[in-house]
């Protein structure tokens, strides 16, 4: 689903590509990402292999960045870096 070449043009929104601010979620994420990145728990190929795992249904719902933080969550989870009660405790405080 991730390679849309072929589909058919009706299929696919046009890209927006006029600049656009990032807000505080997004940054954060990055931000995120960019610290696992240097400290070698998370690539970018791990990253974007978590985003084309996220079920079609749920990406084309999802915000870039929220894929983003959906694949970075999934890959400390499968690693092992976190538990799901740990994540389950973190999002309850909030």
Request: proline share 2%; net charge negative; glycine share 8%.
């Amino acid at each position: 689903m991730h390679d849309l070449g072929g589909v058919s043009k009706f299929m696919c929104e046009a890209v927006d590509a006029e600049p656009h601010a990032l807000n505080d979620f997004d940054r954060t994420v990055d931000a995120i990402r960019g610290i696992l990145g240097g400290k070698k728990v998370m690539g970018v190929d791990e990253l974007r292999r978590n985003i084309e795992a996220i079920p079609e249904a749920d990406y084309h719902h999802l915000s870039y960045y929220q894929r983003w933080i959906r694949a970075i969550t999934a890959h400390l989870l499968r690693q092992g870096v976190i538990t799901e009660s740990e994540l389950i405790a973190a999002m309850e405080e909030g």
